[in-house]
């Protein structure tokens, strides 16, 4: 049986976002404004919470390292990581968010990256106002994860126009000019390198 978003506790998302360790002016101010918002909205993984809500996301790679997925986004139509809106089915766990969101948009088996740091990278993003839905801020909280079986890659059409293996430079070329991406991806290059 699943915990309902609107009674998850938030114990293990304070704990998260109170050890991670930025790496950049934006990421600086963005985890500050996590913490402050775990703490201020009442439902912070629900999409109804208008304001804004937790998201997690994921930079998949091949267990080499030597190559990442990135999916066009069919809304924002813009080439990006995996990721989405947490599901009850979570628990309230950014991790099985950001597995979960993997699992789907690449059609891939995933498990968390051994020796990255947990999370991997934080990212406040606004999300334009559609017909359903108004402006709203997406606490992105993200991972580094190894596809177990990369020649399993397929995109989920509901969700983007495309998926596909890169190399790390084609990657940050896809990312050029988008800061907190370029950042997500250096990072998760340096960590697959390191460990």
């Known amino acids: 049986m699943s915990t309902p978003l609107t009674s998850i506790p938030l114990t293990s998302l304070h704990e998260l976002l109170a050890r991670h360790v930025p790496s950049d002016d934006k990421e600086r101010e963005d985890l500050a404004r996590m913490r402050a918002l775990a703490t ?77 740091p ?4 934080v990212d406040i993003h606004t999300i334009p106002a559609r017909k359903d839905e108004p402006e709203h801020v997406h606490l992105d909280v993200r991972y580094l994860v190894v596809a177990e079986d990369p020649e399993a890659l397929a995109h989920d059409p509901g969700e983007s126009s495309g998926a596909q293996w890169l190399t790390w430079d084609e990657a940050l070329a896809r990312a050029e000019g988008e800061a907190p991406l370029r950042r997500l991806m250096e990072k998760a290059r340096a960590a697959v390198r390191a460990g």
């Open 40 to 116: 201020e909205l009442a439902r912070p993984f629900s999409r109804a919470q208008e304001r804004g809500h937790f998201t997690g996301s994921a930079v998949v790679v091949d267990p080499p390292g030597e190559r990442v997925v990135m999916v066009h986004h069919g809304k924002l139509k813009r080439w990006l990581q995996p990721g989405g809106h947490a599901e009850e089915g979570d628990a309230g766990s950014m991790e099985a968010t950001a597995l979960r969101e993997a699992r789907e948009e690449t059609g891939c088996r995933v498990r968390l990256h051994a020796s990255a």
């Open 118 to 121: 947990r999370p991997l990278d």
